[in-house]
């Protein structure tokens, strides 16, 4: 598995180079600045899944390895990207040449830590294993493993596996040998038909002479080498059914009756030989070629009645073969491609003039199913009860799948007559009856049998929703499936409950057919349906004993039942209400719904079976209250109706971010989402604080819940909350966007930092800070949290310069003219030198060597800046300045402020003490 990971891994890297070359040489930079990125951070990921697992078996074995940095690779890859975007070749060159060198560093650093770690093992490998008796039981358990599954995988092959180990086992060069062939026979017919000068009878019948004659020798070497002659015998049945089609469409055999028993001859042969071979080979590989044949015709579509009927003609053969041998991946592969090709082809082709015969043939095949799943139950119960007994999923599927399957082909057919359906639904409830009846007398198949069962018991629930009228139906098909899901639940019957998702869904989906074809707004119709799914998701959370028969996909359903509950009142509401504060009032009400109902889960202590539909609940709601601040902004301010609106809407926020952090448990199963969600609802209800001020607003509970978090030492769960990279991007989010798009960064402004917007930012910043150092702790890369840390803390510095100096001196601000003001740029360097220094010095008086790096990195931020921008513009009393101040003030971090040594520099010393 590794090894091909590596290979796409490899396989990525040099698309990507490929891709990013041509891009620079056609002149789409744009493209070639993105495959850069997506190299780099492939590279190091690459890199990193490397040297992860070689320090962790380091650790393991007790062995010192040199550890590298990658903060020089990051300042690197953002020098490159910055003149890259800039449009600064001078830039990107050294970024990228950096970069190349630090990457080369890093890669010979690795190659020595892994020889140190070879070494090792080596050593430790040529103990005896009886002095490793934790290694002597690991291999003994291992073993065991190995003969567990292996047995285990023997007794119980899926049709997934079947075809696994028939396209990868054996001869797999043989396989795709026969493949090409097969495709080289299609060519070489269509091209015969289309250009060959003979007549098109002759050309078709040297293909299929050949094609017997390979028929032929693939039979005559049977003994010999049993595989080849199968492929041959496969690969001539191929050729044959492909020649018959194409003589057909193409008039060489000009009537239907006359290629109907050419096609019965071959597959008459197909039978024979793969019942005679027990060659479940050659049977499949013929179906699969029969199944696709009618696609390689170059001159006409069959019509859905042909393809159809003609699909009748294989599944009959199937249900021969299936009827002599318990040969279950044909039937499985025969249903496949008869519901999904067959189906979607009738429904693309079919026509209402062909619906009577099109319900013949529904009818006709799955008649053909029920009777193959009835007698392969049959054959495989006589053959092996048990094993029978230990999987039956696939074959219980099969069951209901066929007559469901059908009927709802049938129940398309003839939509809006009601008559047609419920009379199809009793007699498909009859037919299961009778075969309840049957299989019932057979004790080696009684699980078969309750099978048979269920599906009468189901086609008889589907009558009363069909017979009631338009919308009725739809609240009749909700009603029903919510009272047969909760007494499945009570019952604990997992057929019934699958009955009763499908009842729901078809509600749901019927309820848009009606919601497009009614001309007002069906309000009685999705308000039973939304209660109805509220009642399914609410009970099974309501008691443990439902709660434990309640699966993932289960989850996942009642999940979408949440969803789909939660749009639907939501646009109910809305119809309801009306005037300018419909959107308020709706969002208020649903908050409070669902906020008393989390209560309530919460009481009957549901865990995860409540958490995800809560989850899938609240989105909605989310979108809902950002769709309403975006509706009330008007340039850049938010405007609020009434300060009733402004404080229902606060609540209502304060409400889903509740129902987000209640229970606690949702934060320690799914941080990620739990925190994203919950600081998204504080921050909207943020925004109802200073409507005039969003920017400042939005983040002020934020703001407050982060400096809560930070007092709750004793508690965990909070420090859990901040762990999570959705809370880094928020808060990087708002850095970057107050500082650019803000129109009320000056309002109030009364001194630099000693004004609204700078306090707000310094604050952001503090916690963004705690919360890198908090994420440090728990697994995030060093590297990457020095380089965030200098970019925020740079960000925001210079922008609380940048408003000063437009306030004070008139400078630009946002705007790339800022670039060459000689006043900003002198600003700029002394600020950032300064704080190099303040960090440097405090660094080295209480000897935190990564808070030193960390001034470093600024420092060699400012000397990018000073080479770049500065010395262009050298002429300048303001950057003579620049240099002259940055320098004088480097001398006295030097003399001052020097790297403190490192730990292990320190434990040497104290040894030698």
């Known amino acids: 598995m590794f090894k091909g990971q590596n290979e796409i891994r490899m396989m990525w890297l040099m698309v990507l180079m490929i891709v990013g070359i041509g891009a620079w040489f056609l002149n789409v930079h744009a493209l070639a600045y993105l495959c850069g990125i997506a190299l780099i951070v492939s590279v190091i990921q690459y890199v990193d899944a490397i040297e992860k697992p070689t320090q962790s078996m380091a650790q393991q074995g007790q062995v010192k390895l040199t550890h590298t940095s990658r903060i020089p ?27 190349v060198f630090f990457f080369l560093r890093w890669l010979r650093r690795l190659e020595n830590n892994l020889n140190t770690l070879q070494s090792k093992l ?124 194409f003589a057909y469409y193409n008039h060489v055999i000009p009537s239907l009756f006359g290629a109907g028993l050419c096609f019965i001859v071959i597959m008459a042969i197909t039978l024979y030989l793969s019942l005679k071979q027990q060659a479940i080979e050659l049977a499949l590989m013929a179906m699969l070629i029969a199944y696709i044949a009618p696609f390689t015709l170059p001159v006409r579509d069959a019509t859905a009645v042909e393809l159809v009927t003609y699909y009748l003609v294989i599944n009959i053969a199937v249900a021969i073969l299936s009827t002599l041998r318990p040969w279950k991946i044909l039937n499985q592969i025969a249903f496949l491609a008869t519901t999904v090709i ?57 069951i209901f799948s066929a007559p469901i399957v059908g009927y709802i082909f049938i129940y398309l057919m003839y939509f809006h007559e009601t008559t047609w359906q419920a009379g199809m639904s009793l007699g498909f409830a009859v ?73 729901l869904i078809v509600a749901g989906l019927s309820s848009l057919y009606y919601l497009v074809d009614s001309t007002e707004f069906p309000t009685m119709m999705f308000w039973v349906l939304s209660l109805s799914y509220l009642t399914v998701v609410l009970g099974a959370n309501a008691i443990r004993r439902f709660r434990e028969q309640l699966s993932f996909i289960s989850i996942l359903f009642l999940s979408m039942l949440m969803l789909s509950a939660c749009i639907m009142l939501i646009f109910l509401l809305l119809d309801y209400f009306s005037g300018a504060t419909q959107f308020v009032h ?71 971010t509740g129902a987000w952090l209640r229970p606690m448990l949702g934060v320690r199963a799914e941080k990620e989402w739990v925190s994203l969600g919950t600081l998204f609802s504080l921050a909207l ?75 707000v930012s310094l604050a952001v910043l503090a916690g963004f800070i705690w919360v890198l150092t908090l994420q440090m702790k728990h697994g995030l890369d060093k590297g990457i949290v020095a380089v965030l840390m200098v970019l925020s803390l740079l960000w925001l510095s ?55 790096i960390l001034g470093g990195s600024i420092l060699a931020v400012v000397t990018l800046k000073l080479v770049l921008f500065d010395l262009s513009h050298v002429g300048t009393i303001m950057r003579v300045l620049s240099f002259l101040g940055a320098g004088g003030i480097m001398l006295i971090i030097a003399y001052i402020a020097p790297m403190p040594e490192s730990d292990q520099h320190l434990i040497s010393k104290s040894n030698e003490t």
């Open 73 to 99: 690779l990051y300042i690197a890859s953002i020098v490159a990207v910055v003149g890259g975007f800039l449009h600064l070749s001078g830039m990107m060159a050294l970024g990228i040449t950096l970069w």
């Open 586 to 656: 709706t969002l208020m009400i649903v908050a409070v719904v669902y906020f008393v109902l989390n209560e309530c889960m919460i009481r009957s202590r549901a865990t995860w079976s409540w958490l995800l539909p809560k989850w899938f609940a609240l989105v909605p709601l989310l979108v809902f209250a950002l769709c309403i601040v975006l509706e009330s902004s008007q340039n850049g301010v938010i405007v609020w109706h009434s300060a009733f609106e402004r404080i229902e809407f606060l609540l209502a926020c304060l409400l889903m």
């Open 431 to 503: 037919v299961y009856a009778g075969l309840y009846q049957l299989a019932k007398k057979n004790q080696s198949i009684g699980l078969i049998s309750q099978s048979y069962f269920s599906l009468m018991l189901i086609f008889l629930a589907l009558i009363p929703p069909i017979l009631l009228p338009d919308q009725w139906s739809v609240m009749g098909w909700a009603i029903e499936g919510a009272l047969i899901y909760l007494i499945a639940l009570y019952r604990a019957s997992v057929i019934s409950r699958y009955l009763a998702m499908g009842l």
């Open 122 to 245: 080596k050593h430790s490998t040529q103990m005896p294993l009886d002095s490793h008796p934790d290694l002597q039981q690991t291999t003994n358990l291992s073993s065991q493993a190995v003969g567990h599954t292996t047995e285990s995988s023997s007794n119980e092959i899926g049709l997934q596996q079947q075809i696994q180990q028939w396209l990868f086992t054996g001869n797999p060069v043989l396989k795709v040998a026969i493949l090409i062939l097969v495709i080289g026979v299609i060519l070489l017919l269509r091209f015969a038909t289309e250009h060959w000068q003979l007549s098109l009878a002759f050309k078709l019948t040297i293909v299929a002479g050949v094609s017997a004659l390979v028929t032929i020798l693939g039979y005559l070497l049977i003994l010999k080498n049993r595989s080849f002659a199968l492929a041959l015998e496969g690969l001539g049945l191929a050729g044959l059914f492909l020649t018959l089609f």
């Open 342 to 398: 067959g189906g979607m082809y009738a429904i693309i082709h079919g026509y209402v003039h062909e619906r009577n015969m099109m319900t013949i043939l529904v009818i006709a095949h799955t008649a053909i199913f029920v009777w193959l799943s009835f007698r392969f139950s049959q054959l495989i119960a006589k053959s092996d009860i048990e094993q029978f007994k230990l999987k039956p999923a696939l074959d219980i599927a099969l």
């Open 685 to 759: 209800a943020s925004l109802a604080l200073i409507p005039q001020m969003p920017f400042i607003s939005v983040v002020i509970l934020p703001l407050i819940f982060c400096a809560w978090s930070y007092k709750q030492t004793t508690s965990a769960d909070w420090q859990i909350f901040w762990q999570t990279r959705s809370t880094l991007l928020l808060m990087m989010l708002w850095i970057i966007c107050s500082q650019l798009f803000s129109q009320q960064a000056f309002q109030g402004y009364l001194l630099p930092i000693l004004n609204p917007f700078d306090v």
């Open 798 to 852: 210079s922008y609380i310069v940048l408003r000063a100096l437009h306030v004070y001196w008139g400078t630009p601000y946002n705007d790339l003219a800022l670039w060459d003001n000689a006043v900003v740029q002198l600003s700029l360097t002394l600020l950032w030198v300064s704080l190099a220094f303040v960090t440097m010095s405090l660094a080295s008086r209480r000897k935190l060597r990564p808070m030193w």
